[in-house]
């Protein structure tokens, strides 16, 4: 946003936390921010306010500004639940905000509850050019790309088994080769730590999943969106995931659905091979992704009907359009 020209007033880059342990004791620093950033936007008085992701946080503040007398547009990209199916946090939404999804399952269930919701695809459908097919590499090498996550905790959790992970495939693989995605110099410094204590060799670090992804053969990645852009560029990827114990009972009571990864549900089939919690062992990893390596045109195959199952190219164009028609008041009725 700031290379595009937005002045930037505040950066709430490592506010997100996972779990309710992690997120108590960052309420009162939040809750502060949001009250700041409500008195900032009544007292500045946009044309239209456009909320991204960041559910919960968004969700209040849309609710303090309107409590404060904000009567402009506010517009959810994208609002939150979209695999919870919350029927009241549905309603909030609709009363808030002027919600747009990115996922064809919220828009239907919003609809089924008369609720307006706009659907225009998801924005990462038309960011990553699929592979026109699927790519074998020779049987001892190939490139794998390593996406651990960008989160401290996921960093700490992951890298150890993908690092073990690495070594277990070249062992296999002697030419293999490695390439870690990077979100930030934080993340950088983590990763090149962790190359240098677990003797890695043949492997480098860079910055962001699209420059991880572009001479991958396969890829592990941590589940999220990582996951969805890897299978938007049509490279076979396992996905992994582990949380602190603590929090297993909690995840457990939130998810209620059989997959996490974005392309299994999406589908709602195991596109994507999760392998969470224990089952994400070195070797498990290492075979799930031998597999694929040597097998790619089967997830492939499910990786081009997910595309189609995301919506029409050019939805980040469209939320824009949608911006611009809000703040002049005129904006268009949901189809």
């Known amino acids: 946003m700031r290379e595009a020209g937005f002045d930037l007033w505040r950066d709430h880059a490592g506010w997100a936390s996972m779990g309710p342990l992690a997120a108590i004791p960052r309420i009162p620093k939040l809750l502060a921010a949001m009250l700041q950033t409500a008195f ?71 609809r089924r ?87 890695l060799t043949g492997v480098r670090i860079v910055r962001g999943v699209a420059d991880a992804l572009a001479d991958a053969d396969g890829a592990w990645a941590a589940s999220g969106t990582a996951v969805l852009e890897t299978a938007l560029a049509g490279v076979p990827v396992v996905a992994l995931y582990v949380i602190p114990p603590v929090l297993i009972w909690y995840g ?9 990864t974005l392309p299994n549900l999406v589908l709602g089939r195991e596109v994507v091979p999760e392998l969470l919690q224990d089952r994400a062992t070195p070797i498990a990893l290492a075979d799930a992704l031998a ?21 029409p190219n050019g939805a980040l164009r469209e939320c824009a359009r949608l911006a611009v028609d809000l703040a002049a008041r005129r904006a268009p009725a949901p189809a």
């Open 291 to 311: 597999r694929l390596l040597e097998h790619p045109g089967a997830q492939y195959g499910e990786f081009v009907a997910l595309r189609g199952a995301l919506g």
């Open 40 to 110: 900032h936007l009544i007292a500045s008085k946009p044309d239209v306010v456009v909320l991204v992701d960041f559910g919960v946080f968004n969700l209040r503040l849309a609710s303090t500004l309107r409590r404060f007398g904000y009567a402009g547009p506010i517009l959810d990209l994208f609002p939150p639940g979209t695999w919870l199916d919350d029927a009241e946090k549905a309603r909030r939404v609709s009363d808030l905000t002027v919600a747009v999804t990115a996922f064809k399952h919220q828009y239907d269930f919003y």
């Open 113 to 199: 509850l008369g609720y307006p919701i706009h659907f225009f695809g998801h924005p990462l459908a038309d960011r990553y050019a699929m592979r026109p097919w699927p790519r074998m590499p020779a049987s001892d090498g190939g490139v794998v790309a390593i996406l651990p996550g960008s989160r401290g905790g996921e960093l700490k959790r992951h890298l150890p088994v993908l690092a073990a992970a690495y070594r277990v495939l070249q062992e296999r693989r002697p030419r293999l080769r490695g390439v870690f995605a990077a979100a930030n110099a934080r993340a950088s410094s983590r990763i090149a730590q962790t190359i240098e204590g677990e003797h």
């Open 252 to 260: 457990r009571r939130m998810v209620r659905h059989r997959f996490i």
